[in-house]
């Protein structure tokens, strides 16, 4: 389902600022693949992300996305293909607009947008059928400008939004990163339900490796743009947080702590 091949990124050559984010990746996930994915500052892990998503190009490599080369596409055009959540929770929404008004713009993702009423009652419906499954209430708020949402909210509706019209491929970019623990703990079990409900293929950052172990099908750790260490799914469920420390410092001959793994 996604296929990156090759994929290398440098940023400011030939000055003395250079820096080889990427080196070389290749990564493939199958359809319904949940793919978590940790490493320190600075590993790669963001401009992955963003080269999927088409924010930024790579010197060489490809992104191919169910058997198409998306490559080339900018990220708009990708778009139809493509759902993301990013780490911001101000990101993912327009918080002028309210909810129903957010979500018909993400329904339209993808769709032949024509002159018809924005939301009819069927749209409504699913709506707050879709609205339901959070259970937060938000069914009852439709109207509520997405401003007035606490962070978790707002990032639980980014997370709806993204995945309810089914994209090819989900990306999320250190979704609970800037929410509380309880908020953070929520937005992660949503994940993990809207994902298995959908059947989604998912390329999840994050700087918490117990919610990378805890989330997700299969685990890979970059560091220094690449890949180094991958995990199936057996392998994923018998692994620590303090195993991954180990591997790390194993593969890598570095010493490092849970505390640098976060930052």
Do not use: W
């Amino acid at each position: 389902m996604l296929e990156i091949s090759n994929l290398s990124r440098t940023f400011f050559p030939g000055t003395v600022n250079e820096r080889k984010a990427l080196r070389g990746i290749n990564l493939n996930l199958s359809a319904a693949e949940f793919v978590t994915v940790i490493g320190s500052n600075g590993a790669g892990k963001s401009t992955m992300l963003n080269m999927v998503a088409g924010k930024l190009q790579p010197d060489v490599g490809a992104v191919r996305i169910d058997g198409k080369n998306v490559t080339k596409l900018a990220d708009y055009q990708r778009a139809k293909y493509i759902g993301r959540v990013f780490q911001d929770p101000m990101a993912g929404t327009a918080p002028s607009m309210s909810i129903e008004e957010n979500m018909a713009l993400a329904y339209a993702r993808g769709r032949f947008r024509g002159l018809g009423l924005g939301v009819g009652a069927r749209r409504r419906k699913l709506f707050i059928d879709e609205l339901a499954s959070l259970e937060l209430g938000l069914e009852h708020r439709l109207k509520t400008k997405v401003g007035l949402l606490s962070g978790g909210q707002r990032q639980a509706l980014s997370l709806l939004m993204a995945t309810f019209s089914q994209p090819k491929i989900l990306l999320l970019d250190e979704h609970t990163a800037a929410l509380d623990p309880q908020r953070a703990a929520l937005v992660s079990r949503l994940t993990d339900e809207i994902v298995n409900r959908h059947q989604l293929t998912t390329l999840m950052v994050t700087h918490n490796m117990e919610q990378a172990l805890a989330l997700g099908t299969r685990l890979i750790m970059m560091h220094d743009g690449q890949i180094i260490l991958d995990l199936d799914a057996e392998a994923k469920s018998k692994m620590t947080v303090k195993g991954l420390l180990g591997e790390f410092e194993k593969i890598k001959g570095a010493q490092l702590d849970d505390r640098t793994m976060l930052q």
